[in-house]
Structure formats: C-alpha cells, structure tokens
C-alpha cells in the first residue's frame, strides 16, 4: 500500500496487553492475542510516531461484574457504563502489562484509558462513552503533523474498532494491519471490518504490503 512521507506516518498499537491473551486467562482473553507483537513492531518502522494505549482499571470500577451482575449484564444510571465486565487491565498486575515483544520505552505517547470508576471507553480517543472527553492523542498526532495511522491491537471488533473509527471521524488516513489484530469472534469481527470499510478505513494483510510512495 502506497504510503506518503515518513514524517506524516504514526503507528498505534491499540491495547495489546496481557489481559487480552491467553496469559491472562481468567479475565478477557482473545485467541492469539499475544502474537501480534511482531506485526506491531514491523508497521512501526514506516511511522514517525509510535502511540499506544492501554485499559488501565481499579477494582473499585463501578462496572465490574460479580455474583449477582454477571458479565455483559446492562449498567443503569451510569452515562459511561453500558455493561458489566470481569475484573482486567488492573493497574499494577500482569494483565495491564504491554504483551511480550514490545517495548514500553518505545512509544512516544501513551493513553491510559478506563482510570475512572465510572468509565468504560473502548476507543481509546475519548475517556467517555460520547467522545466528548478527549485523551489527548487526537490533539497530539494533529500537532505532530501526522495524516496517516497505522493501527492494530486487541480486540479488533471492540477497542480496534471504536479506535480506528475515532480516528477517522477526527479526519486520519487510517490503514488497519490484520495480521496486527485479533479479535472475539467471527461473526463480530466481520461487523466490524464492514463498518471499518464504510468508514473508509483502509486494510492490508500484514506490514509486508506497506510502502512508501517515492519506493513504488
């Protein structure tokens, strides 16, 4: 895929953590989640920027599930909580952690997203549910100079999407890696590919198929 100038180019890597994998298996695991590593690293090299973010939660948040809230049971009375979920991306335990294969001192800005007891975002663009509530990094990659993002991460039909669709609605060229996503299920990931396209997210197979213009 053709690409423009290096220095317009950020690569995200969308919540690749531990507790999105098999290594966490006990709080919101996705098949393969963990060998995206080398894909992300791989898409980095023709950005200027890296970006990450990452869930970052308390076990004090409102929407965890337990014995008598089961998981994806509805949140009432919450406008940035729709469903209960298992306890995951804890600050300070093994799920919040970056997968094996990169670097946390390789990103030149972080999000951490979910910190409020009473927030649930899954875009990793805005703190709230309305995307009214900015984290920051739409700000920063517009003062960068950046026009294009090369995203993947966990999971592509939850935080990949709603990501990748804040981006283009914030007005981002936006090329979604495959091969750098894995996501729950077959049926939800196709949704989500669809809705991705209509909002004219571009895709590539894996990191081999990217090339600068003045290369082609």
């Given at each position: 895929?053709?690409?423009?100038?290096?220095?317009?180019?950020?690569?995200f890597d969308i919540?690749?953590?531990?507790t999105f994998t098999p290594v966490c298996?006990?709080?919101?695991?996705?098949?393969?989640?963990?060998?995206?590593?080398?894909?992300?690293?791989a898409q980095a090299k023709f950005a200027s920027l890296r970006?990450?973010?990452?869930?970052a939660h308390t076990n004090e948040a409102l929407w965890l599930s337990d014995e008598e809230h089961p998981p994806l049971s509805p949140i009432e009375g919450h406008a940035d909580l729709d469903i209960r979920w298992p306890a995951?991306?804890?600050?300070?335990?093994?799920?919040?952690?970056f997968i094996a294969g990169l670097d946390p001192a390789a990103y030149d800005f972080q999000v951490y997203k979910g910190i409020e007891i009473d927030?649930?975002?899954?875009?990793?663009c805005y703190h709230d549910l309305g995307n009214k509530l900015s984290t920051g990094v739409i700000e920063y990659l517009r003062c960068q100079?950046?026009?294009?993002?090369i995203c993947g991460g966990l999971a592509t039909d939850y935080c990949v999407k709603n990501t990748v669709l804040q981006l283009r609605d914030a007005g981002f060229e936006v090329i979604l890696n495959k091969a750098a996503c894995r996501g729950i299920a077959p049926e939800t990931i196709a949704v989500a590919m669809?809705?991705?396209?209509?909002?004219?997210?571009?895709f590539i197979e894996n990191a081999s198929e990217l090339a600068y213009k003045e290369n082609l």
């Open positions: 895929m053709q690409l423009p100038e290096k220095k317009y180019i950020a690569s919540d690749a953590q531990n298996s006990n709080e919101l695991p996705v098949v393969e989640g963990d060998q995206i590593a080398d894909e992300l690293n970006v990450a973010s990452r869930d995951h991306a804890i600050i300070g335990t093994k799920g919040f952690d927030k649930h975002p899954y875009g990793a100079g950046i026009t294009t993002v669809q809705e991705m396209e209509a909002a004219g997210v571009k």
